[in-house]
């Protein structure tokens, strides 16, 4: 089947600092990747988009500037939080879908972020 | 009121128990349906789609209902492994982008 991976899987940093988190599909190209974005007890909402070589499609209330994505390859999406603060601590996801004739999104296994 | 909605939970079940759980989509227009599965601090898992016609996949069975907007998943013989959180996303649009359910806490104890 395919597969997602995410690196790291959890991640410690300091208020104001950035965190890049890459999302990559080993066994197929990824035309499209989402990033998700899940709290405590909540269900996953997405942040955003991204289709590679263009420009990410944001959600509304998803600031743009602060969470930075990049869909450089067909295999590789990044996401940096920027100046992260406590309140940007979550479960953060990606997914990726490409495989031809299927809508189906696989998973990346998240990354715990922890901004103290 | 929200895109996709589902009853909280937890449901608390013995084992060997049946269990059924609801949702409601607000998009008469969607296109696809489905039950994923997830662990805490886990990701998603696919369980199942949800076709039109109903279907069952071992101990799992899911329904739609268009004209009421509805989807069910029914568990029987539960077992403790089934315990997790069941999400009911759907694909409000053409193309890829899916909508998730808060979730619904099962937990099936000994």
């Known amino acids: 089947g395919a597969v997602v991976s995410q690196h790291p899987s959890w991640v410690i940093c300091k208020s104001g600092t950035s965190v890049k988190i890459e999302c990559r599909s080993l066994d197929f190209q990824a035309t499209t990747m989402f990033w998700y974005r899940q709290f405590p007890k909540q269900s996953l909402m997405l942040m955003a988009t991204?289709?590679?070589?263009?420009?990410?499609?944001?959600e509304q209330g998803v600031e743009k500037d602060k969470f930075l994505i990049n869909h450089a390859s067909l295999t590789l999406s990044t996401l940096t939080v920027t100046s992260a603060h406590p309140e940007d601590s979550s479960f953060y996801i990606c997914s990726a879908t490409g495989l031809a004739g299927s809508y189906e999104q696989y998973f990346g296994p998240g990354t715990r972020l922890t901004v103290t | 009121r929200k895109e996709v909605e589902q009853d909280p939970g937890p449901f608390n079940v013995p084992e060997g128990a049946t269990v059924a759980f609801n949702c409601t989509y607000s998009?008469?227009?969607?296109?696809?349906f489905f039950w994923y599965r997830q662990d805490c601090r886990k990701e998603p898992k696919l369980l199942m789609s949800?076709?039109?016609s109903g279907n069952e996949d071992g101990r799992f069975t899911a329904q739609l209902n268009r004209a009421s907007q509805y989807i069910s998943l029914l568990i029987r013989d539960s077992k403790l492994s089934d315990s997790a959180t069941y999400l009911c996303v759907v694909n409000m649009e053409a193309g890829n982008m899916l909508t998730f359910g808060g979730g619904t806490r099962l937990m099936v104890k000994p």
């Open positions: 949800v076709y039109s």
């Open positions: 991204s289709n590679e070589g263009s420009k990410a499609t944001y």
């Open positions: 998009n008469s227009a969607s296109q696809s």
